[in-house]
């Protein structure tokens, strides 16, 4: 039996529901992501890009690009409403999918075409998710993920299309390589050096080749340009990590700003840890200098979701860090090697009166901890002048993370 995998994608997800929340910014370039100089574009219409913008440029260029562009910093509150209204309306018909993102969408179809025709459902799937949130969206179904998802590319904008088993090859040869995934402008250029400019040409070489050139990249890239994927639909996302970090809009050689900035985080993501029943023992801190140069540092650590417990290491490990006495442009806190649980009491170090603190404070941060703009208004006395680590939900739902706009601090 041949698979049906359905690929499903919200066309301009932000600026989607940028207009739908205003019609007057329908037919008009929008810019949705970082307000200021150091932000990036997280979303554009098709409007702008005719002028050469695209996702993940600097907000300053695309401003440059399309100076008439309507620019939005964005509601990820609303976004992420949005994203489930679409979820639920997914689960409710398919057997099973998964959330790749957002605004992506896979779901396996195979052996529906018994009772009713894959292609027609997909079809009716589509309208009723248009119909019901009002969101444009495209569709591509085919036998494996990366061709569904090349298809639904192709059938872009607020469009559907259909690669029957058997037209893989045919579908994806006179492509350019670069609208195969993975391959980004590094391995675009590379392949670009070599003469390799559509997929078919990589069709036609042997795989053993494309492996002595390019190694493991160089197999895996020869199978997807013949459209092969074995890759499962994974419904569940299981979180290995969660982190924060922010960029300066001006670059800052204020310690204690910066102290106050990781402490802020650390404080945010452990109480994230409480509220999905998670402990850490890795954290770690990233810091950016004005010249770009990364440098980041991380210590392991007993089993924790304590906030007196995790902040010490952070500013710790921020104080190693920062020894080069630069300009700071951005600053990071990540914990890793997370497991379920809750945190352990320490016999010789916790009071009675420090956890009844913590579940006092948890409780009210889940009800009132943020403001309607979602910046936290409940902190510890040493984090009050930070106001914009914002909500970031719950990162244990099982869905993917979710990339916000661009935050500056």
């Known amino acids: 039996m041949d698979r049906a995998i359905l690929h499903f994608d919200l066309d301009t997800f932000f600026v989607s529901v940028e207009r739908k929340q205003d019609s007057r910014l329908e037919h008009k370039p929008i810019l949705v992501g970082g307000t200021g100089d150091r932000g990036v574009v997280a979303a554009c219409s098709y409007e702008t890009r005719q002028f050469g913008v695209h996702s993940g440029m600097p907000m300053k260029m695309a401003r440059m690009l399309c100076p008439e562009a309507t620019v939005i910093r964005g509601n990820g509150e609303a976004y992420s409403k949005q994203s489930k209204e679409v979820s639920e309306i997914i689960s409710q018909s398919v057997p099973v999918f998964e959330k790749a993102s957002i ?3 896979y779901a396996d179809l195979s052996g529906m075409d018994k009772y009713h025709s894959c292609y027609g459902m997909a079809s009716e799937l589509r309208q009723r998710i248009i119909r019901e949130t009002g969101l444009p969206i495209s569709f591509g179904l085919a036998t494996n993920k990366l061709v569904s998802k090349v298809a639904t590319g192709e059938a872009k904008p607020n469009n559907q299309l259909k690669v029957d088993a058997g037209q893989e090859k045919p579908f994806l040869a006179p492509m350019e390589v670069q609208k195969i ?60 990590s969660i982190s924060s970090e922010r960029t300066f809009g001006k670059d800052t050689g204020d310690v204690k700003k910066m102290r106050e900035m990781v402490r802020a985080m650390a404080e945010t993501l452990a109480f994230q840890l409480r509220t999905g029943e998670k402990l850490t023992s890795c954290v770690s801190v990233k810091i950016r200098y004005s010249d770009f140069n990364t440098f980041s540092r991380q210590l392991k650590i007993a089993y924790t979701s304590a906030d007196h417990v995790l902040i010490p290491h952070i500013e710790r490990l921020f104080d190693q860090l920062y020894n080069r006495r630069m300009m700071v442009r951005l600053v990071g806190v990540s914990f890793s090697d997370l497991v379920t649980g809750n945190y352990q009491i320490n016999l010789f170090d916790d009071t009675e009166e420090r956890l009844n603190l913590y579940q006092a404070m948890d409780y009210i941060k889940t009800k009132y901890a943020y403001n309607k703009e979602g910046d936290q208004i409940l902190t510890w006395a040493s984090t009050m002048g930070i106001s914009d680590i914002g909500a970031m939900g719950n990162p244990f739902n099982g869905e993917p993370p979710i990339i916000p706009a661009h935050r500056n601090a």
Not at 182 to 201: A, D, F, P, S, W
Not at 219 to 232: E, T
């Open 103 to 105: 605004d992506e969408f």
């Open 181 to 240: 995934p993975m391959v980004g402008e590094k391995m675009n250029q590379t392949l670009n050096n070599l003469g390799i400019r559509y997929v078919k040409t990589i069709q036609e070489m042997p795989m053993e080749i494309m492996g002595q050139v390019l190694g493991k990249n160089g197999i895996s890239l020869w199978n997807r340009a013949n459209g092969l994927d074995n890759s499962p639909i994974v419904p569940f996302h299981e979180r290995k």
